[in-house]
């Protein structure tokens, strides 16, 4: 193939940066403005009660960081957490593995428990070993929502739960980058103290902001730790906020996006945007069957409904899928990352998606399988999921 470029849409199914609608777009296409003037608090001020309404909390206090998810994490340890404080933490995937590698970082103590990757938050071990911890020392638990790396979502009330049952006061903190907005997440149910999340998924905007809440628990923690902060700090963030400002030069298109982000999500309806999530994620799950291949998930309970992680057969290297789909078929699927490199290929389906883009991303994945010599059914997964599709439409007739 030559390098000129392929005329039409890239079909972009990695599971974020997802698609952005047009809308979006064209909200973020604005000219430079004082980030000082009267009327920027025009801008901000509604965006912190309408994030509050997706995380679902009355009680917490919303934040956005002009970051990545990552900038969020280590937003939400510096700002409750000291230096040489116990956490606790399970590692099932890449990014569950990269929240202990930050922790430990910023000098904190992690309490790491191994789970299979392919399965997700195991509440027993979480409320076993908080019942050992008679002292109370640790301080906080970390919790993955959504594993983007194997396509696994957890129970969060169940590991809420754990913790009550052990009468444990530790915080939980949640990361739901890959889930909030596309998942339903509720923050206040669940007893949440912080939650973090990124533009580039649910939110489907450019990556760059940190998008979280904090419980006042969190935040009265932070009044009591010693870690060095300044950038991420709460209060800077808190005072500035309530008057329609921030601490330092916002990004203003992002915040032009997310206004415009918010409204298409409440047009849609949050409980319409998670039931069109599981709709499509399960197009893809029948997919998979009719392939006779296997997600990464090991069990249907943890299936994710923004990201399947797909397994190749054995003897098969799935970064060639991969590399087959972008340069010939001009569609980007997830690689596998770490422990499951060269073995999962990953689609994903969250954001601005309908059925039939996503019947377009499984059409490339069965192409470039069988240029790679995986011997499935040509057409069998498009099938498959087709018949779920017309099944139970989204858009009745």
């Keep these: 193939m030559s390098n000129s470029r392929i005329p039409g849409r890239n079909f972009l199914f990695v599971p974020g940066p997802t698609n952005l609608p047009d809308r979006v777009q064209r909200a973020m296409m604005v000219a430079s403005e004082d980030h000082r003037s009267p009327t920027f608090p025009?801008?901000?001020?509604p965006l912190f009660p309408q994030l509050k309404k997706v995380f679902e909390?009355?009680?917490?206090?919303?934040?956005?960081?002009?970051?990545?998810?990552?900038?969020?994490?280590?937003?939400?340890?510096?700002?409750?957490?000291?230096p040489g404080d116990k956490v606790l933490a399970q590692r099932f995937g890449q990014f569950s593995h990269l929240w202990i590698d930050l922790c430990g970082r910023l000098g904190l103590e992690v309490i790491k428990q191994e789970c299979p990757w392919g399965t997700g938050n195991d509440p027993e071990k979480i409320e076993e070993a908080l019942r050992a911890d008679k002292n109370h020392e640790i301080k906080a638990v970390?919790?993955?929502?959504?594993?983007?790396?194997?396509?696994?979502?957890?129970?969060?009330g169940a590991v809420r739960k754990a913790i009550?049952?052990?009468?444990?006061?530790?915080?939980?903190?949640?990361?739901g980058v890959s889930s909030v907005a596309s998942l339903p997440f509720h923050m206040d149910k669940w007893g949440v103290d912080v939650i973090v999340s990124g533009s580039q998924k649910?939110?489907?905007?450019?990556?760059?902001?940190?998008?979280?809440?904090?419980?006042?628990?969190?935040?009265?923690?932070?009044?009591?730790?010693?870690?060095?902060?300044?950038?991420?700090?709460f209060q800077d963030m808190i005072k500035n906020n309530e008057t329609g400002y921030f601490p330092y030069t916002p990004s203003i298109p992002l915040l032009h996006g997310l206004k415009e982000a918010l409204a298409i999500l409440f047009e849609e309806g949050l409980d319409q945007v998670y039931k069109r999530h599981h709709h499509l994620a399960e197009g893809v799950r029948a997919a998979v069957g009719a392939w006779g291949l296997k997600p990464?998930?090991?069990?249907?309970?943890?299936?994710?409904?923004?990201?399947?992680?797909?397994?190749?057969?054995?003897?098969?290297?799935?970064?060639?899928?991969?590399?087959?789909?972008?340069?010939?078929?001009?569609?980007?699927?997830?690689?596998?990352?770490?422990?499951?490199?060269?073995?999962?290929?990953?689609?994903g389906h969250l954001g601005d998606l309908n059925e039939l883009m996503l019947l377009g991303a499984i059409a490339g994945a069965e192409m470039?399988?069988?240029?790679?010599?995986?011997?499935?059914?040509?057409?069998s997964g498009v099938a498959a999921a087709q018949a779920v599709y017309r099944a139970d439409p989204l858009l009745k007739a």
């Excluded at 972008?326 to 290929?345: C, I, P, Q, T």
């Design 296 to 347: 990464c998930a090991k069990e249907a309970k943890w299936n994710s409904d923004t990201v399947t992680a797909i397994v190749v057969p054995e003897g098969y290297d799935a970064a060639k899928v991969i590399s087959t789909a972008y340069k010939r078929y001009n569609l980007a699927l997830g690689a596998g990352l770490s422990e499951v490199a060269g073995k999962v290929f990953r689609i």
């Design 164 to 175: 009550d049952n052990a009468k444990h006061p530790a915080l939980l903190f949640v990361d």
């Design 42 to 45: 025009d801008l901000v001020k």
């Design 368 to 379: 470039a399988m069988l240029d790679n010599g995986i011997k499935i059914q040509p057409g």
């Design 142 to 156: 970390l919790a993955t929502h959504n594993e983007t790396a194997t396509g696994v979502t957890s129970d969060i």
């Design 202 to 233: 649910g939110f489907m905007l450019p990556a760059g902001l940190a998008l979280m809440a904090a419980s006042p628990k969190a935040i009265e923690a932070g009044k009591k730790n010693s870690s060095r902060r300044a950038y991420f700090e």
């Design 57 to 82: 909390t009355d009680a917490g206090h919303a934040f956005i960081f002009p970051a990545s998810g990552t900038g969020g994490w280590e937003a939400a340890i510096t700002n409750t957490l000291s």
